[in-house]
């Protein structure tokens, strides 16, 4: 077992004891890293180690401002001293114009070792770089060990990857089914029709030498002619690589009430050349395991080949030729059974089962049955194959992995990101309205009781969509057994590099509003050690509640019910989080901080889920997300606050991920939806403003701010800056300031109105979701006294004594969510050198909702449970992220008052 292995099986193994002993011990803890040179930056890898099998990958990295200009190149070298091929761009800039973050790739044959060092100078060329040809009908990529053909239209989107000349794998192309029914009653006709994805656009969008990336858009086309499920396809190349990585996105533009997914995925053939007891299969199973055999298996039969033919065929080598077995075998070879078709389906996250047969016509034999494949399988001879497969397979579920035709002359796989053995997609919405037709029903009604903000026809899937990773490697032969476990574990989980957290605390990004771990004095301990508990906490209920799924990976939910003991999951408002109170932001500024594996796998899977289904990516509400229900979409509450660039921007910068940049992208103007869906048009006695749209200076200003900061940063574009600047000194220029509550709103000129009334208005949301970071970061960017006062004003005030409310006021609130709001009081005192105010933080930050809270769990099992579990029954994760934020920024800002 490699290290990589030993952390990821330690982390469940440990993450429940943790939970019930209270126990403090940090997981995933990455070794220190070698100390850079001056002017070196370090990087190391996630896991700990440099991955066994190394197929190229890709990273961001911050700088501090003023450090690193445009025109400056990089290079990187090893532990030992040696250059390696780095391909670098720009992703963001500082306001000066110099660079603030860059994206990176390292090409699959590089030397690497568990720290890589980067600094100022020229690059060494790949050895084979990636080579981009575009022919007008098509483009061909070539990386060394292979050669891919891309046509520019069509039905396929690769029409061959070669290896030495010879086509390997053919005829790429996304398939589909869908029915009119969820399911059909037994002897009722089934509709169901297939669909095929057609290419419309190939863009090149990087070209070399180290990373190749190659963007294909298209839609699904039913054989009547619809076009639907529009997708997007990336197909990545790394130098030296012999591995094609794509990652594939569609959006499910159809109200699911009379289409239903039957099944989903990439399908493509494989050319078989070689003798049939030459040819293999493999699937990956969970862990090290890996079930293999071939085509025509020559062991266990009643007559011995001879132990040379039987150890060759099992380690997938070529056999000794025939004239060398036992005469017996060798001239009844006809006689034993070739097996052509191969399915593993993982319906759920705790099953999976293969099976095979002979061919169509004949019956499936059950093979084994297992927990959770790595959704990885190869199809090929001791000539070569393909080895293929899924990012996230189990977690996904249900999915499948399909080989037909092996014995053959042109086998077929497909994975299938939903499988066609599980029950049809349904996204129809879970209840019947229950007579909710008003706003008023509504508001009083299903908010009162289950919580839900319910509107008829606000509950549609339509514009959501998803994402899934798959890899095909390309190789000459029919890899070990060894080499094929390294690649699936590559595929499933793809090695990250990363900063260390000084260099990320030290760069200035993200508003500094973090420091390191501090256990220097008893408070601080305790404080340190709930952070850590509260991450693995979380890592254990997603394993034991089975927060798993197609739409469902990802999130976490919001409420627990103490007397059944399961999370809300069923109760209108309770039940998925979808961002609420930001703990997108808790888990990217523990990671920052930390540096570990697992804050940063966990913060990773919820942004990849809620960039995609939380958020509509097309139709009316293209721009908004959903805020949270029992349905990721249910809720009638489509806000920016769930769609907004401040929760998805950690990812984007830190991976480079284009995908999480297409959405970045989405919601840059998405304040334009304040004209068309007033967030509040439920409440009652709203006053009027000069324009009909309305922008609340809380979360609609500060996911604005965010989507507008996001875009100025990424394009350097001074539009952007422009937009910012003229809101905060709209805002730092009224008396009230934030307390003014909301403005009146232009869209199209992006300006903000005064509003009408004159009343200091506040609401105990305004701050929670993202606010706070996005100021931080405006003040530390854009020089405006006046905005810098007006937020230090509504940060010092919130959470003061009534009678310094009423003093600057004129009035006094009851202040709400006390302990979330105590870091806007440490910011206040950190911008202030105020000593009070930092002493004043951390009172309020004791003044926890329900009383202090002890770490533990109490662990129960059957009857009271279906399965086993380790319950904190005050756990909920409105307070864990605003606690985890509160901590955080309390520790940074006011850490001596402590």
């Known amino acids: 077992m490699n290290r990589r292995d030993f952390l990821i ?114 690059p060494v060329k790949p050895a084979s770089p990636t080579l981009v040809t575009d022919r007008g009908a098509y483009l061909t990529v070539e990386t060394g060990p292979i050669r891919c053909v891309i046509p520019a239209h069509g039905d396929v989107i690769f029409t061959s990857i070669e290896r030495n000349g010879r086509a390997m794998a053919e005829n790429a192309r996304l398939i589909g089914y869908r029915q009119s029914k969820p399911e059909f009653e037994a002897g009722e006709a089934h509709d169901t029709e297939s669909f095929l994805g057609r290419t419309k656009k190939v863009e090149i969008e990087q070209s070399g030498p180290v990373r190749a990336v190659i963007k294909v858009t298209g839609t699904h086309l039913t054989p009547a002619g619809r076009e639907w499920l529009p997708f ?205 037709d008003t706003y008023e029903e509504q508001y009083d ?52 590099l990363t900063a260390t957290p000084e260099y990320y605390l030290a760069s200035g990004v993200f508003g500094s509003l973090w420091s390191l771990p501090d256990r220097s004095t008893e408070a601080k301990k305790e404080i340190e050690d709930r952070l850590d508990w509260a991450v693995q906490y979380y890592k254990s209920q997603i394993e034991q509640r089975h927060w798993y799924g197609f739409w469902n990976y990802g999130d976490v939910m919001h409420t627990y019910d103490r007397d059944r003991h399961v999370w809300r999951y069923d109760v209108g408002g309770f039940a998925w989080d979808n961002s609420e109170l930001s703990p997108d932001l808790w888990l990217w500024y523990s990671f920052l901080r930390t540096g570990r594996r697992d804050d940063f796998r966990i913060a990773e899977a919820m942004t990849r889920h809620n960039r995609d289904v939380d958020i509509y990516h097309v139709g009316k509400y293209a721009g908004l997300g959903s805020r949270h229900n029992v349905q990721h979409w249910g809720c009638s509450a489509k806000q920016l606050r769930i769609s907004t660039s401040a929760y998805r921007r950690f990812h984007y910068f830190l991976t480079a991920d284009e ?66 600047k003229d809101a905060m000194s709209k805002i730092g220029g009224h008396p009230l300031g934030f307390f003014a509550g909301d403005f009146g709103y232009n869209p199209d000129t992006k300006k903000l109105l005064p509003p009408e009334h004159s009343q200091p208005g506040v609401s105990h949301l305004s701050a929670v979701f993202g606010l706070v970071e996005i100021c931080a970061e405006l003040i530390q960017l854009i020089d405006d006294d006046s905005f810098r006062d007006a937020w230090l004003q509504y940060c010092t005030l919130y959470n003061a004594p009534a009678e310094e409310q009423k003093a600057v006021l004129g009035t006094s609130f009851r202040p709400n969510l006390v302990q979330a709001h105590s870091r806007l009081t440490a910011y206040a005192a950190q911008q202030t050198d105020n000593k009070k105010l930092a002493e004043r933080a951390w009172v309020e930050f004791s003044k926890e909702w329900g009383g202090k809270k002890t770490i533990g769990t109490n662990h129960l099992e059957g009857p009271n449970v279906l399965n086993p579990v380790d319950e904190a029954a005050w756990v909920s994760t409105n307070d864990s992220s605003q606690w985890g934020l509160a901590a955080i920024q309390n520790l940074a800002l006011a850490s001596e008052a402590q």
């Not at 699959?108 to 568990?114: C, H």
């Not at 993982?346 to 004949?362: D, I, V």
């Not at 989405?666 to 309305?694: F, H, I, M, Y």
């Open 9 to 122: 099986k330690s982390a469940f193994a440990a993450a429940v004891p943790l939970a019930m002993s209270g126990t403090t011990q940090s997981l995933f803890a990455r070794p220190a890293t070698k100390k850079p040179k001056a002017g070196e930056k370090a990087i190391s890898w996630l896991d700990g180690e440099a991955p066994e099998a190394m197929e190229g990958s890709t990273w961001g990295l911050p700088w501090p401002q003023g450090e690193l200009q445009t025109e400056d190149a990089l290079t990187l070298k090893n532990e030992a001293g040696e250059e390696l091929p780095l391909q670098t761009w720009t992703t963001a800039y500082w306001p000066d114009g110099s660079v603030k973050w860059t994206g990176h790739a390292i090409a699959a044959t590089s030397a690497a070792s568990q720290t890589l060092f980067v600094a100022k100078g020229n």
């Open 445 to 496: 009604g299903g908010l009162a009781i289950t919580y839900e903000d319910y509107e008829p026809d606000l509950g549609s899937a339509y514009g959501v969509a998803r994402t899934t990773d798959f890899t095909l490697c390309v190789v000459e032969a029919t890899p070990s057994r060894e080499r094929t476990t390294a690649l699936a574990e590559s595929i499933s989980m793809p090695a990250m």
């Open 232 to 436: 997007t396809l990336r197909l990545y190349f790394y130098a030296g690589s012999e591995s094609v990585r794509m990652s594939h996105t569609f959006v499910y533009d159809t109200d699911g009430k009379s289409d239903f997914i039957k099944g989903m995925g990439l399908r493509f053939d494989v050319p078989m050349v070689d003798e049939q007891h030459q040819r293999h299969v493999r699937f990956a199973g969970e862990g090290k395991g890996l079930w293999g055999e071939a085509i025509r298996g020559i062991t266990g039969l009643r007559r011995d080949p001879g132990q040379a033919v039987r150890e060759a065929q099992i380690a997938g080598l070529p056999t000794p030729p025939l004239e060398e077995w036992d005469e017996r075998v060798s001239s009844r070879m006809q006689y034993i059974p070739t097996w052509g078709d191969f399915s593993l389906s993982q319906e759920s996250a705790n099953g999976f089962t293969l099976r095979k047969r002979t061919k169509p016509g004949h019956g499936w034999i059950d093979v084994d049955q297992g927990n959770r494949a790595a959704g990885v399988a190869y199809i090929g001879g001791i000539s070569g194959g393909v080895l293929f497969g899924m990012r996230d397979f189990w977690q996904l579920h249900p999915a499948k992995l399909d080989i037909r035709n092996a014995n053959t002359d042109l086998a077929e796989a497909t994975v299938w990101i939903w499988s066609p053995d599980a029950p049809a997609m349904d996204t129809r919405f879970y209840h019947d309205g229950m007579g909710m």
């Open 659 to 724: 995908r999480t940049g297409d959405v970045l992208n989405e919601v840059t103007e998405a304040d334009r939806q304040l004209a068309n869906l007033v967030p509040t048009r439920k409440l009652k006695g709203r006053t009027a403003t000069p324009s009909a749209t309305r922008m609340g200076i809380g979360t609609d200003f500060g996911s604005t701010a965010a989507n507008w900061l996001t875009a100025w940063e990424r394009t350097g574009d001074p539009k952007y800056g422009g937009w910012l």
